[in-house]
């Protein structure tokens, strides 16, 4: 009887725990910054730095670049760049021409290192 009182705490301790672990996890997903365009951009620009291999693996080890994945996020960010012309804050334009340079430059400069 004493074990299995034992054994009904433990499971208790279990489940309690999971939904401890549950909630912070709804929480985090509730603190996320809202999503707007710039958050977008920048995402896209993240996405890009990951293809150069600027940006550390979650599990640290050396990522490689891939060149044409990175020139299909600039080119990705051109389009939408083009489509939303006139519809976008004075923000909103600086922030995608400069990730656009900042994203061709840092191409150029990839392509020059491979060669």
Same mark, same amino acid.
């Not at 291999?53 to 994945?69: H, M, Y």
């Given at each position: 009887?004493?074990?299995? +009182? @034992?054994? +009904? ?6 489940? +309690?725990? @999971?939904? %401890?672990?549950?909630?912070?996890? @709804?929480?985090?997903?509730?603190e996320l910054p809202k999503m707007d365009f710039s958050?977008?951009v920048l995402s896209m620009h993240h996405n890009a ?13 050396? %990522?490689s670049a891939n060149l044409v994945l990175a020139r ?8 939408? @760049?083009?489509?939303?012309?006139? +519809? ?15 994203? %061709? ?11």
């Amino acid at each position: 009887m004493v074990e299995e +009182n @034992s054994e +009904n705490q433990g499971q208790q301790q279990d489940q +309690n725990q @999971s939904e %401890r672990q549950s909630q912070s996890q @709804s929480q985090r997903q509730t603190e996320l910054p809202k999503m707007d365009f710039s958050m977008f951009v920048l995402s896209m620009h993240h996405n890009a730095m990951v293809h150069f291999g600027d940006t550390p693996s979650p599990d640290g080890e050396e %990522r490689s670049a891939n060149l044409v994945l990175a020139r299909q996020t600039i080119d990705l960010i051109d389009v939408i @760049s083009e489509k939303t012309k006139g +519809n976008l804050t004075g923000d909103e334009e600086r922030l995608i021409e400069h990730v656009l340079y900042d994203l %061709r430059m840092r191409y150029v400069e990839a392509v020059k290192e491979q060669s």
